[in-house]
């Protein structure tokens, strides 16, 4: 079992027996919410990436990627040799380097969200790896394509839409024709028939019918029950459910958080060959 963004939304709504139009507003929170509780819990390798850049001579500074949360390893190229560099403190790094002095980079420390800085500063354009822990597309960023007929003006990339009878919105990711768009999956249905505007161009349009939503990410294939009940914890906090109810999704969340940290400690990150076989005790 695996769930979309919109089965999710579906199910949550029916453990709850809820459909009221606040709390559906809110499922993408619950859904995110329970996201970062996991990626905060435990150590997937599906949390990590890698990324490759250059350094730029005579630039203490190295980009950060957009979706960073922490360094596994930052290394160079030099020479055809591949070098590690050392995470310091920035502090250390400015009294390390004072002058600024060029060189081939030793130490490297997050200056701000933006930027690492490299000591000493590169004196050449070196090729660069970072491996890094980052947070994930989030299944409340699903898309799926949209088809309107009776269209007056243009819409445009990036623009939100607006249902004028369901008052649902959401982002046009991309205009693929004149009639059909990719949208985020809105967490209300946009409901055909319907005429939507976009915020933006002032382009209005009528509903025709969406694509099925046939998105999924590693957590709601391999984690789904995970995924649903740290979201019901967080949809039973918003309506201030019964305390036994919650407590049970808590119990419910806790086990599968538990089975998942194993697979993360003994499965994923194992060699057999090395450690041999986990065995029952």
Same mark, same amino acid.
């Given at each position: 079992?695996? !769930?979309?963004?919109?089965? #999710?939304? @579906?199910?949550?709504?029916?453990? +709850?027996? $809820? *459909? ?113 822990? !980052?947070?994930?597309?989030? #299944?409340? @960023?699903?898309?799926?394509?949209? +088809?309107? $007929? *009776? ?38 249905d946009l409901a055909v028939g319907e005429t939507i505007t976009g ?18 990410t590693w957590v709601s294939d391999n984690a789904p029950n995970t ?50 076989? +986990?065995?029952?005790?």
């Open positions: 079992m695996s !769930y979309t963004y919109t089965t #999710l939304k @579906t199910a949550i709504q029916e453990w +709850t027996e $809820n *459909s009221e139009t606040t709390f559906k507003n809110n499922l993408s929170f619950f859904i995110k919410n329970a996201e970062e509780k996991i990626l905060k819990e435990v150590d997937l390798d599906y949390f990590r990436k890698n990324v490759t850049g250059t350094t730029t001579s005579g630039n203490q500074f190295l980009a950060v990627p957009s979706d960073y949360l922490a360094s596994f390893s930052l290394s160079i190229t030099n020479s055809s040799t591949k070098e590690f560099l050392l995470q310091k403190d920035v502090n250390f790094l400015q009294e390390f380097n004072p002058a600024s002095a060029t060189g081939v980079p030793k130490y490297y420390s997050l200056y701000d969200y933006q930027n690492f800085i490299l000591s000493p500063v590169p004196n050449d354009a070196y090729a660069a790896e970072l491996h890094y822990f !980052y947070r994930p597309d989030s #299944l409340t @960023t699903s898309k799926f394509v949209l +088809t309107v $007929n *009776s269209v007056s003006g243009t819409f445009v990339d990036a623009e939100t839409i607006t249902g004028g009878t369901s008052g649902t919105t959401t982002t046009i990711s991309e205009v693929l024709t004149t009639t059909t768009m990719r949208i985020v999956i809105p967490s209300n915020g933006t161009s002032g382009a209005t349009g009528v509903v025709v019918s969406t694509s099925a939503d046939a998105t999924t995924l649903l009940y740290g979201s019901l914890i967080e949809a039973y906090t918003f309506m201030k459910g019964e305390t036994d109810m919650l407590q049970l999704y808590i119990a419910r969340y806790t086990e599968s958080i538990q089975s998942l940290k194993k697979y993360a400690d003994e499965v994923e990150n194992k060699d057999a060959y090395r450690e041999g076989l +986990t065995r029952a005790k």
